[in-house]
């Protein structure tokens, strides 16, 4: 007897299959070397890889960016656990740009699910309350769709306290188990300006896992965010910049404060995506001074001339 | 034992009506729409009349109650009062316990000036203007939701709680941790007193408290006496049997007299069954009495002359009518004025500074005291839990009655559902847009205070919460950001008070508006692209 996962990865796997010539470098990739699948170096081995796409629809600018990096194979192995974390934080429906779009996570958790992952999880630490916050963002309902398990961030048993002896403010913390045990770990923010830290992206959107962020803003904000680093990087960070808010971050108070980029950053290198992100709203990567102290920190790279980028425009 | 089909009657209609309000009140998730609590809340007496005598709502259920007392006694009392009912289910569950068939004490006589005093001690607390309070020390609906979201709500959510590792191991997502919501002790008290009085006197003596405390049944006993179709004991067929006496819980029938005090009566129909003659049944009263010169003629054995009963009842009436209409409208012209736009130092004044917040749709403190009868449903209802009931932060007259308390909860930008389930327009329902922009208190930012200032880190967790920018940053020190707050854009929330991490005290708290304003709208204008479009900016 088929469960649902079962059902929906096999599904997935039927529909890759009649249509594997449309899904272009993805499955290509898997199967031989295109122009742009090289082996990816491990953060501070070799260049990172920065790849950014334009000018598509988020499925495909995931594709691209995916196929680039080798597949979604390199990411997710046959029965592993995944973790997707999205930015899930307010109450605001998907247009507002202040939550990750509901359809790149969707197409995230069918691909891994067709990778073979035993399961996908999500959950994010909401700020506004959270069943409000998962409803209207609507990613619990694509997410669920799409055969991911979506987990309340809000239930404090679900978090560990764990030694970050690498941390310089930040020496211990509560993280959510599913952090801490999952074998893959997705970062999938959205850019958007930030009234106190500047900007979030990348590593901004890990304050989410924590259970306690009060201790984060009294202990400066900048360091305890780079501390968490030391604890464990995603796996891969990707980011939804397709309509940055660019003003009245992280919450946003209408459409007016989104800009149209159509963007998607990838990249297992946080600083050095987070350094891009910045520069796509106008500042200079150091201006945000997480990301600086990250790169001081050996956690990435923030000079992007040292960065492999790979750039792809759809249209 | 007979089939009664008016008892099988009685029954459904209150197991709707009790299911229906429990699970509204005890509603810990959210699942139960608006529009039961709401519905099942808005046919209550009280709650209707207090809507109709505001003109919060064309609420005809208060006064068909009256009319249907008026044909055919007390059917409110054992059909629709939550109150009641829960006196029948905690009676129930005793006989249950006690694996024996329920037998009540046979008749007593009413404690006719214990009945008179409340009901006369409701009427002089609305006619001088504490109909706050004692309508909702005294509504029976409105101690019963008090009790569900006091004491049963939060049981049933850790109830819930310890089973979710068991729901989650088996792979069911569907059940989560919800966190219990206590009231403080001292909100606590009066519904868990309150509770002990009611179960004590249900499993003792029944309706007790309905035929004593209650003034809504000693109002509507009034009605009833005079009903059109009353319960009657026929003495032709009468045995003397007490089969009757034995499941009545208002002992109001007397066997000696052959008579039922049909005042008392709450119509439970239990007599109508449990009589094997056929003994006990509906006759139309008003023929007869109209006959006769004087009623109190009619035989019966009433406790107090039908005189004074009579002037007691008119008065009351009229003054419950009256009373509730002029005390309750004379706050009605301040209620819809939604704007002070453009005077937006209104709320500096210290004199409208108060710590008890109400909610947005309450339009002042006065008119929401005046109003709501503290029934608590909003309280259950509210998604982030930030209602919480109050005990002297209002006043006496405030007792229990919801207040926004910022320290682990802030109002959602989104919702308002407390006005979508409020039964008698205390918080009226505002439109979305129009309570976006109700400011039912404003941020007060003390930089002093403040980390940014203090430790020299960025930190603007409170700009980060706001929902409308009032509270925002400006550029300060060496590349950090410092909250400040646009006062005319504050509604309120507490969404910055609640995320301020400042320990003890936070660097930004609500001062909440004794009669709510209106924030300015922000002006929005397409955000400007911060680099040049088409391609990569690195």
Redesign the interface.
């Known amino acids: 007897m088929k469960n649902r996962r079962e059902f929906i990865q096999a599904g997935f796997a039927l529909g890759a299959a009649f249509s594997l010539a449309d899904l272009g470098g993805l499955f290509a990739a898997e199967t031989s070397a295109t122009d742009d699948a090289s082996p990816i170096p491990a953060p501070g081995a070799g260049k990172s890889v920065l790849v950014?796409v334009?000018d598509g629809d988020r499925v495909a600018m995931l594709d691209r960016a995916l196929a680039s990096l080798g597949g979604i194979g390199v990411f997710v192995k046959r029965g592993q656990t995944v973790l997707i974390k999205p930015n899930i934080g307010w109450?605001?429906p998907p247009e507002r740009g202040a939550n990750t779009h509901p359809d790149l996570v969707a197409h995230l958790v069918k691909l891994c699910l067709g990778a073979g992952a035993k399961s996908v999880s999500i959950f994010d630490k909401t700020?506004?309350?959270w069943?409000?916050t998962y409803a209207?963002s609507g990613i619990e309902k694509a997410a669920k769709e799409a055969g991911a398990?979506?987990?309340?961030g809000n239930?404090?048993?679900a978090y560990r306290e764990v030694a970050i002896p690498g941390g310089l403010e930040l020496k211990t913390a509560r993280v959510h188990s599913l952090v801490l045990d999952s074998d893959v770990f997705f970062n999938v923010p959205v850019l958007k300006h930030?009234?106190?830290?500047?900007m979030t992206a990348c590593m901004k959107n890990l304050m989410g896992v924590v259970w306690d962020?009060?201790?984060y803003?009294?202990?400066?904000?900048?360091?305890t965010i780079a501390d968490f680093l030391t604890l464990r990087q995603p796996t891969l960070n990707i980011l939804d910049a397709y309509h940055p808010m660019?003003?009245?971050g992280?919450?946003g108070?209408?459409v007016?404060?989104?800009?149209e980029?159509r963007?998607l950053l990838a990249s297992k290198d946080i600083v050095a995506i987070d350094?891009?992100a910045a520069?796509?709203?106008?500042h200079q990567p150091a201006?945000v001074?997480h990301v600086k102290l990250a790169a001081g920190m050996k956690l990435g790279t923030i000079n992007?001339e040292n960065v492999d980028?790979r750039?792809f425009k759809l249209a | 034992m007979r089939r009664s089909r008016l008892k099988l009657l009685r029954v459904a209609a209150a197991l709707v009506v009790f299911v229906g309000l429990t699970s509204a009140f005890a509603d810990f998730?959210?699942l139960v729409p608006t529009a039961v609590g709401h519905w099942l809340a808005g046919i209550q007496f009280v709650p209707s009349l207090v809507a109709l005598a505001t003109g919060a709502a064309f609420s005809l259920a208060g006064v068909m109650i009256v009319a249907a007392t008026l044909a055919v006694g007390r059917v409110y009392c054992s059909m629709v009062c939550p109150l009641g009912i829960l006196q029948d289910v905690i009676a129930r569950f005793s006989s249950w316990a006690h694996r024996r068939e329920k037998k009540f004490v046979p008749f007593a006589r009413p404690m006719t000036w214990l009945r008179q005093g409340f009901l006369w001690g409701t009427v002089a607390g609305v006619a001088t203007g504490w109909s706050g309070l004692t309508l909702a020390l005294l509504d029976p609906y409105s101690n019963f939701g008090r009790m569900i979201v006091g004491l049963f709500r939060p049981l049933l959510t850790l109830a819930n709680n310890s089973v979710?590792?068991l729901a989650n191991a088996a792979g069911l997502?569907s059940i989560?941790?919800v966190e219990a919501h206590w009231a403080g002790v001292g909100a606590l008290i009066i519904p868990a007193l309150m509770f002990a009085l009611i179960a004590a006197l249900a499993v003792w003596r029944g309706r007790l408290y309905c035929n004593t405390v209650c003034p809504v049944g000693t109002l509507l006993g009034w009605f009833a006496q005079r009903a059109a179709f009353r319960l009657e004991i026929d003495r032709g067929a009468c045995h003397k049997c007490v089969a009757c006496l034995n499941v009545c819980k208002s002992q109001c029938i007397n066997l000696r007299t052959g008579t039922i005090d049909f005042s008392r009566c709450v119509a439970c129909f239990n007599c109508i069954g449990a009589c094997e003659h056929g003994g006990i049944n509906y006759r139309l009263a008003w023929r007869r009495t109209a006959g006769r010169a004087a009623p109190a003629t009619v035989g019966r054995t009433l406790p107090d002359p039908q005189r004074r009963a009579f002037l007691t009842g008119t008065a009351t009436a009229l003054a419950v009518s009256l009373g509730a209409g002029l005390r309750l409208s004379a706050q009605d012209p301040t209620a819809p004025e939604p704007a002070r736009s453009g005077q937006n130092d209104g709320g500096t004044d210290p004199d409208d500074h108060t710590k008890a917040i109400c909610p947005p749709g309450a339009s002042s403190i006065d008119r929401f005291l005046d109003r709501c009868t503290a029934c608590q449903l909003c309280l259950s209802a509210c998604?982030?839990q930030v209602l919480k009931p109050a005990l002297l932060e209002y006043g006496l007259a405030g007792l229990l009655k919801p207040r926004l308390e910022y320290s682990a909860a802030f109002c959602?930008?989104?919702?308002r559902r407390c006005g979508e389930v409020c039964p008698d327009g205390a918080i009226s329902l505002l439109e979305l847009a129009d309570k976006q922009l109700t400011q039912i208190g404003e941020a007060h930012f003390d930089r002093k205070k403040c980390?940014v200032v203090v430790?020299g880190?960025?930190?603007?967790?409170c700009?980060?919460?706001?929902?409308?920018?009032a509270v925002?940053?400006i550029p300060y020190g060496d590349?950090l950001?410092l909250p400040e707050v646009t006062r005319d854009l504050c509604i309120g929330c507490g969404a910055c008070e609640y995320?301020c991490?400042?320990?003890p005290e936070k660097a930004i708290v609500v001062a909440g508006h004794r009669r709510h304003g209106r924030a300015r709208k922000?002006v929005?204008?397409?955000?400007?692209?911060?680099?040049p479009?088409g391609?990569?900016?690195?």
């Not at chain 1, 398990?149 to 309340?152: C, K, L």
């Not at chain 1, 930030?194 to 500047?198: F, I, P, V, W």
């Not at chain 2, 929005?524 to 680099?531: N, V």
């Not at chain 2, 391609?535 to 690195?538: N, Y």
């Open positions: 950014a334009r109450d605001a700020c506004d309350q069943q409000r209207n398990i979506v987990i309340n239930d404090p048993n930030h009234s106190g830290a500047l962020r009060g201790f803003h009294r202990n400066d904000l900048h360091q660019v003003r009245n992280p919450r108070t209408s007016e404060d989104l800009v980029m963007s350094a891009a520069k796509m709203l106008g201006d001074r992007l980028i750039r | 998730r959210n979710v590792g997502s989560y941790r998604p982030t959602n930008f989104e919702c980390i430790k880190t960025d930190c603007a967790a700009s980060e919460h706001c929902p409308t920018k925002h940053t590349n950001r995320a991490p400042v320990q922000p929005e204008t397409k955000a400007a692209a911060p680099t479009a391609d990569f900016p690195f």
